[in-house]
């Protein structure tokens, strides 16, 4: 089992940039796929970017390719979401996830959930 705790949100302009974190502890965080997700008012939650074990591998949903950008510091536990150029549309609460699927965008794939950090983008 893994806990996993997101930071970094806040409420930024259009157009600013963000990073958020995720701190992971229990079982070894290298064992785990990770990924980011979001979740705006009234909508589903929906997959963002991913990341495999090592970090060589990267994949990203097409509404944030190209701005965002997903990494992780298994020396340090942590992951990170670098979001730059952000859009109103880029609201909502952040998610972080373990799971053990490389290139996998579905949720149920995804094993543990961290609590989320709303990140609000005014216009």
């Known amino acids: 089992q893994v806990q996993l705790v997101e930071s970094g949100g806040g409420l930024v302009q259009a157009g600013d940039s963000l990073r958020l974190s995720c701190a992971a502890s229990?079982?070894?965080?290298?064992?785990?796929?990770m990924g980011w997700f979001r979740q705006a008012p009234g909508k589903e939650r929906e997959f963002v970017a991913g990341i495999s074990w090592s970090g060589s591998r990267t994949y990203y949903a097409d509404s944030v390719k190209g701005r965002f950008t997903i990494s992780r510091d298994n020396a340090r536990n942590t992951l990170y979401l670098q979001m730059s150029s952000l859009k109103p549309e880029d609201t909502a609460v952040y998610y972080c996830a373990a799971g053990a699927v490389v290139g996998s965008m579905r949720l149920r794939e995804y094993t543990y959930w961290g609590q989320g950090t709303q990140v609000t983008v005014s216009s």
């Open positions: 229990g079982r070894t965080f290298s064992s785990y796929v």
